[in-house]
T-cell receptor, first 113, second 115 residues
Framework: NAGVTQTPKFQVLKTGQSMTLQCAQD?????MYWYRQDPGMGLRLIYY???????DKGEVPNGYNVSRLNKREFSLRLESAAPSQTSVYFC????????????FGPGTRLLVL | AQKITQTQPGMFVQEKEAVTLDCTYD???????LFWYKQPSSGEMIFLIYQGSYDQQNATEGRYSLNFQKARKSANLVISASQLGDSAMYFCAMREGTGGFKTIFGAGTRLFVKA
């Protein structure tokens, strides 16, 4: 039981490049989330998926797209990376009936030059 | 708009003593949830405790308790009998509605436990 896994762990991009961050959970959770954490700040919600087949914008969605591929997987795509997207990205999941408890992945550290 | 404020950038506590980490919030929604998460230096986020706005009693989870004062809009985390392993960043967070999905986080408080 791996919980929430994220790949890659670390990535360097040049401005304008694209990439997809992968997230998978094996806890059979309905809901999944993508956050970013900038230095000295708490997490900010980018997008979330309440259940398979649905996605919604969070606090800071601009510059990102998401795909809920199936119940297990929720990916985050940067179409044209910008230096302002340098951050640590966390994926999380929660059960439908206990949304207060989010289980987080280990994070992806992204540097955009 | 919802807002979470953590005014203590850093806190020191002696091992085995209790410590309170402050959190105030602002929302116009009568229904909300309040959380605390721990982030050790390794980077992962660990859920600690949850309080619903309609819960009558303060939440407790082992050595963690949440001092919920609704009228003052505060949700302070109390850690009893601090341990060296409690050294970490602590984030207060709030979710809209009892069944909502959007969660906002405070800027965090870094706790240092001294031996």
């Amino acid at each position: 039981n791996a919980g929430v896994t994220q790949t890659p762990k670390f990535q360097v991009l040049k401005t304008g490049q694209s990439m997809t961050l992968q997230c998978a959970q094996d806890m059979n959770h309905n809901s999944m989330y993508w956050y970013r954490q900038d230095p000295g700040m708490g997490l900010r919600l980018i997008y979330y998926s309440a259940s398979e087949g649905t996605t919604d914008k969070g606090e800071v969605p601009n510059g990102y797209n998401v795909s809920r591929l199936n119940k297990r997987e929720f990916s985050l795509r940067l179409e044209s990376a910008a230096p302002s997207q340098t951050s640590v990205y966390f994926c999380a999941s929660s059960p439908w009936d206990h949304r207060e408890t989010q289980y987080f992945g280990p994070g992806t550290r992204l540097l955009v030059l | 708009a919802q807002k979470i404020t953590q005014t203590q950038p850093g806190m020191f506590v002696q091992e085995k003593e209790a410590v309170t980490l402050d959190c105030t919030y602002d929302t116009s929604d009568p229904s909300y949830g309040l959380f605390w998460y721990k982030q050790p230096s390794s980077g992962e986020m660990i859920f600690l405790i949850y309080q619903g706005s309609y819960d009558q009693q303060n939440a407790t989870e082992g050595r963690y308790s949440l001092n919920f004062q609704k009228a003052r809009k505060s949700a302070n985390l109390v850690i009893s009998a601090s341990q060296l392993g409690d050294s970490a960043m602590y984030f207060c967070a709030m979710r809209e509605g009892t069944g909502g999905f959007k969660t906002i986080f405070g800027a965090g408080t870094r706790l240092f436990v001294k031996a």
